[in-house]
């Protein structure tokens, strides 16, 4: 996935905030695991994925039809806000061990070579 910045939490949150889903954890892991696969898309065939776009969040929110939450202050837009940048916390903390654990381990083989 590309670099996250303000525009692409703040559209995210717009979309989470309007919509009428039971558990809005499952829509943004959704939204960045397309993100995700919309970015390596990108970077393989040199073109933005037809659905889902470049591979920003942005892009990604965007190309999803429906409602917007608009005011930037209305609770429910700061909540959804708040889960956003938190799933993306976490996945990129996720994604930073797994990283760190691959890169020991491959240390680790060639030490023993």
């Known amino acids: 996935m590309r670099r996250c910045l303000p525009g692409d939490l703040f559209e995210a949150a717009a979309l989470l905030a309007a919509s009428n889903t039971a558990n809005p954890a499952?829509?943004?892991t959704i939204l960045l695991?397309?993100?995700d696969a919309a970015?390596?898309?990108a970077k393989r065939f040199g073109?933005?994925?037809p659905a889902w776009g470049n591979g920003s969040l942005m892009a990604r929110a965007l190309a999803e039809h429906g409602p917007r939450c608009h005011s930037?202050?209305?609770?429910n837009f700061l909540d959804a806000l708040a889960l956003?940048?938190?799933l993306l916390a976490t996945r990129k903390r996720s994604h930073h061990t797994?990283?760190?654990n691959h890169l020991l381990a491959?240390?680790?083989t060639r030490a023993i070579c």
Do not use: E, G, M, N
């Open 47 to 49: 073109r933005a994925h």
């Open 33 to 35: 695991d397309q993100t």
């Open 39 to 41: 970015h390596r898309y």
């Open 72 to 75: 930037h202050t209305a609770p």
């Open 84 to 86: 956003v940048a938190t």
């Open 98 to 100: 797994k990283s760190q």
């Open 106 to 108: 491959l240390l680790q």
């Open 26 to 28: 499952d829509l943004i």
